[in-house]
């Protein structure tokens, strides 16, 4: 759970700084600081719920790995 905690706090840093700098290269709404700041928090969202997931599908497979199990 830590792990997937920190790679989802990494994935989410990444996703914020990429999608404010790609908002500031091409603003739609008026003020391209606040397309930057938008898109942003919202790629700190997706990164982090992106990563986090990454991890815990990861996690069961490894579970169901070690204990003999198939995954799908």
Do not use: Q, W
Not at 17 to 23: E, L, N, Q, T
Not at 33 to 52: H, K, P, V, Y
């Amino acid at each position: 759970m830590k792990n997937a905690i920190i790679a989802g706090l990494i994935g989410g840093l990444i996703g914020a700084v990429i999608s404010a700098a790609v908002g500031y290269v091409v603003p739609l709404p008026p003020h391209a600081a606040a397309n930057a700041l938008g898109n942003g928090i919202s790629g700190l969202f997706s990164g982090f719920f992106g990563g986090f997931m990454a991890l815990l599908v990861e996690g069961l497979k490894a579970r169901r790995a070690a204990s003999g199990l198939k995954s799908a």
